[in-house]
């Protein structure tokens, strides 16, 4: 049985905000919101929702509802597994369609962040043509927990960060010369040394997402490098072909992710695609570049039908300001 590859077809984050129970439930549906209007499909075609927790910070399943109730599953995951959870979901074909929520963290501003992602499989973006141009493949993903070393007398940070890329890399058929662009979250100078001294040839280091939050679990970041690989980042032409994610948690664990465009093309400039039509014209708005509050119409836009919402809908009461003017973007999903 052909194994199916795990795709990233949208993705939507939020701002940092002071964690409380009510701006989390706020922050995941907007989150959820902006990955299915950068998708363009709304949310009765997803099958599964990955909904991850980190400590003591959980995102409550039940602010889903204000997408309507059309009998899709919640799991709860730590927030390291949340995409590989979701992508093993694709890839063993249980789902077609994953809404991942995944948290993220900026410890010194003591500030979180949600982000939302669709993973879909081979089918549904050969069914939903228009999302090959902007989905991105995990082609690679693995995680390491600390490894000890008696001879150190402590974590081994390079062994550890060496067998999380290595499986990685195993996994997306390639080799450390392949990258072309890498990012290292939650890491000390040394650790970054540390991390590039695996690499034959250094590959150049991303500049992460150009917004004030800064997160340390690598959810915000793997946004940045989603950005980068469809040119709506508008950075220095990179021609990256691949490009990997290491995090470091406080833990000595380490987790390592490898990602390609799906048509196999390098990354595009911005100048190739600055006049497309794609989740910016759905969405409003560039999100590589700023950040904006979602519309009462984009949550409308984005739920499932409407004889599955819930009359005490939870969108009723998030004082979610109307979008007027042009609706034909929406119009479109």
């Given at each position: ?55 003591e910070t959980r995102i409550p399943p039940k602010c889903l509802d204000a997408f309507g109730k059309h009998g899709a599953p ?246 979610l300001s109307v979008k007027g003017g042009d609706r034909a973007a929406l119009a479109r999903l």
């Open positions: 049985m052909r194994v199916s590859q795990a795709h990233i077809a949208g993705i939507g984050v939020t701002g940092g905000s002071k964690h409380t129970r009510t701006r989390i439930d706020k922050l995941a549906i907007s989150a959820a919101t902006k990955a299915l209007l950068d998708a363009g499909v709304t949310y009765g075609c997803v099958d599964l929702t990955v909904a991850s927790f980190l400590d919640v799991c709860q995951v730590d927030n390291t597994l949340g995409l590989f959870t979701a992508a093993q979901a694709v890839k063993s074909k249980q789902s077609e369609c994953v809404l991942l929520l995944s948290i993220d963290t900026d410890e010194q501003r003591s500030e979180l962040s949600i982000v939302g992602m669709i993973l879909v499989s081979d089918l549904f973006l050969t069914s939903h043509a228009y999302l090959k141009d902007g989905a991105v493949t995990v082609s690679g993903y693995s995680s390491t927990s600390s490894i000890y070393s008696q001879s150190l007398g402590g974590p081994d940070f390079p062994r550890t960060i060496r067998t999380a890329v290595n499986a990685a890399l195993r996994q997306a058929r390639i080799e450390q010369r392949d990258i072309q662009v890498l990012e290292i979250r939650n890491s000390s100078d040394s650790n970054t040394k540390q991390a590039l001294e695996q690499f034959e040839v250094a590959p150049r280091i991303s500049e992460g997402v150009k917004h004030t939050f800064t997160g340390t679990t690598g959810s915000y970041g793997l946004c940045g490098l989603v950005w980068q690989l469809r040119g709506w980042a508008n950075d220095p032409p990179s021609k990256a072909l691949n490009c990997l994610q290491i995090t470091l948690s406080l833990d000595g664990s380490a987790n390592a992710i490898v990602l390609c465009r799906a048509d196999g093309r390098s990354a595009l400039t911005w100048e190739e695609i600055r006049n497309v039509r794609d989740g910016r014209e759905r969405l409003g708005y560039n999100p590589a570049v700023q950040t904006n509050e979602i519309t009462r119409e984009d949550l409308i836009n984005v739920s499932t039908k409407r004889h599955f919402v819930p009359l005490d809908n939870h969108g009723d009461t998030l004082e």
